[in-house]
């Protein structure tokens, strides 16, 4: 139910990026308020880069490889399942992403050529790369606290990197926002199907 109301969301959300409508004017007044404020420049470019693909696939694949060792190293059957399971998350990224900016056509905020601006790649990249790695460790960690502040540290960094593209003039507020909630679809829909592989005895979930 929570997965269906997420997805009305995001419709809504997408027809509003796709026709001129009250809220996606109030949306460019605040992007263009955002990119014109005294947040460092500098300090937004790098939150920015950090939703980059060459930064956020790798720490994924760093994660990935050492879960499947930890897995493998304990025995646990089908040890390969949730590192696979990631990569396919990660994968549908790109294949739901582009054809909605096509079939969008949104243009994007002033110096940015061109449309297909929404929903926002490097955010959902971000999201789901780091959102993916977390999912995977959290199994591995005995204490609670460690788990609590990685999965909030989690989401402090994918929403910096939403701020760091709207403050860089990269995307309007609206392609990130619509991109996290198309991103936590995939991750809830990833986390659901870990949970089945972990009772199944598909991965470890006591830590050891």
Not at 20 to 26: G, I, M
Not at 45 to 56: K, M, P, R
Not at 149 to 174: D, Q
Request: hydrophobic share 55%; glycine share 12%; proline share 6%.
């Amino acid at each position: 139910m929570f997965l269906g109301g997420l997805a009305l969301l995001f419709a809504f959300l997408t027809w509003q990026a796709a026709v001129d409508t009250p809220l996606r004017r109030a949306d460019e007044r605040l992007g263009r308020a955002i990119t014109g404020s005294r947040f460092p420049g500098g300090a937004a470019e790098f939150l920015a880069d950090l939703g980059n693909f060459v930064v956020a696939v790798p720490v994924l694949v760093a994660v990935l490889a050492y879960v499947a060792w930890r897995a493998r190293r304990a025995g646990t059957p089908r040890w390969w399942l949730p590192p696979l399971a990631a990569l396919v998350a990660l994968a549908a990224v790109p294949a739901v992403i582009a054809p909605l900016k096509a079939v969008v056509g949104r243009a994007g905020p002033p110096g940015m050529e061109g449309d297909g601006f929404y929903p926002s790649g490097h955010t959902a990249t971000a999201a789901v790369a780091y959102g993916a790695a977390v999912l995977l460790v959290l199994p591995w960690l005995r204490d609670a606290y460690v788990r609590r502040e990685l999965t909030i540290g989690c989401v402090v960094l994918v929403v910096a990197v939403g701020f760091g593209l709207i403050r860089r003039g990269y995307h309007w507020p609206l392609d990130v926002a619509g991109s996290l909630i198309l991103s936590a679809m995939l991750l809830i829909t990833l986390t659901v199907f870990l949970r089945r592989v972990g009772r199944t005895g598909g991965g470890r979930q006591d830590g050891s």
